[in-house]
């Protein structure tokens, strides 16, 4: 791209580039870009920093994922692009599977993905292609299915950059979403048991972090954790932050 | 895309949808899908609705542009892929020309927009190629050149899907900048002489139907909706309408 780096967004045209070059590369979809875009205006809005509301969910999206028994990472074009690498270390660190699950699927696009994760280290990706057998009832969409050994059996989801539509058909499966998703009124924030308001590239690196911590704690202390969530009062708390920095700009 | 029409955002996924064949036929920059995202987002947080402020700052618009003596308007990739037909609309109304000005400039795309806005009956497109002869100074990117019987030369510069950078360069010129910004914070929003924070898609159809009405109006009519017009009055009553779209999401 032919940009001056005395440019004011420099930084955050560059992203913008290597998102436009994964779509080249086939691991994005067109409306990945659209997506990322989306999620570029509400960290504009937080701020583009972690909130304190997001890190309390952090805590709590931790203690789930420890305490699950088949926990799983779900991950789509712009999740293995923008934190691929943080991606399979958090599954890794809580013991999760990782599944492939895709709004625009096509075979080669789940196949790249795989490659990409595996290149940074997963031993395994669920998902591809016919391992995909299983079809999760309420999602009128190709994200319905899902591999009966992953998602399809398990009790916590991780979906980072999510649609509304199975965020709700899972937790209507009884299965605990962690979302991610910069957006806190959305319908996938909103129906997720525990939603972190941030951007991935800084929430993944984080889940890590208290991952580790956090794997020491007895079982009592995740428990807690996860008691004292609640998500409808943090979703508000990341909204009233939102209106914060909205009211800085109204000039009297 | 195999889609069902009973997702809940199916009409919201067909325009994203026509936007990405807009990048497969080379009409609109991969980037161009980022800023549709962002303008999605914050579409969404005005509740996708034109605001009184917008409909107030649309008649200060088209007072500027009835009173210029060479008014221009602005086209990139998404302009001319959301509303290109409007935009022809709108220039033949008010005595526009119309000038190509790419971020992401390529002679391919500048043709290929220019072919599409001649579909639609527009006479004359400037700034294609080396018709961009003049520099802007104070604009480190591609968009520095411009057209000098176009936007080298006008008195109003209709700007829709800016950059900031641009903005505010065409004002240190002594131009009257018209933006039209669903970010009612960005810099362009800032900058400009008169920001209409809407969708593009219902702001130039709504610039269209006041420039048929007020045509007819005296020239003093004209300017008292011009000195009337506060910018910065009406941007911030734009922000505290999505602060309490905002509130009525917070539930205590």
Do not use: C
């Amino acid at each position: 791209m032919n940009l001056s780096p005395h440019h004011p967004r420099f930084l955050s045209l560059k992203t913008r580039d290597d998102l436009v070059k994964a779509v080249a590369s086939g691991l994005v979809a067109p409306q990945g870009l659209i997506a990322q875009g989306r999620g570029e205006a509400f960290d504009y809005l937080i701020g583009e920093r972690t909130m304190p509301t997001a890190s309390i969910a952090t805590l709590a999206a931790v203690a789930l994922l420890l305490e699950a028994k088949s926990p799983v990472i779900s991950v789509n074009g712009n999740a293995a692009a923008l934190a691929g690498k943080e991606i399979v270390n958090l599954a890794s660190t809580v013991s999760a599977s990782i599944e492939v699950n895709l709004f625009h699927r096509t075979l080669d696009r789940e196949k790249l993905i795989a490659r990409h994760l595996k290149n940074f280290g997963a031993k395994e990706i669920l998902g591809v292609g016919s391992a995909a057998s299983k079809t999760i009832g309420g999602i009128s969409s190709p994200r319905a299915k899902v591999d009966p050994n992953g998602i399809g059996k398990a009790d916590v989801v991780l979906i980072p950059l999510e649609d509304g539509d199975r965020a709700q058909a899972l937790e209507n499966q009884g299965k605990r979403v962690i979302a991610i998703d910069l957006n806190p009124m959305s319908r996938t924030s909103q129906v997720a048991s525990v939603t972190i308001v941030d951007n991935l590239v800084r929430a993944i690196p984080a889940l890590i972090e208290s991952s580790r911590k956090m794997k020491k704690l007895p079982q009592s202390q995740l428990e807690k954790y996860i008691s004292s969530f609640n998500n409808e009062r943090n979703l508000a708390n990341a909204i009233e932050q939102i209106v914060q920095y909205l009211q800085g700009w109204i000039k009297n």
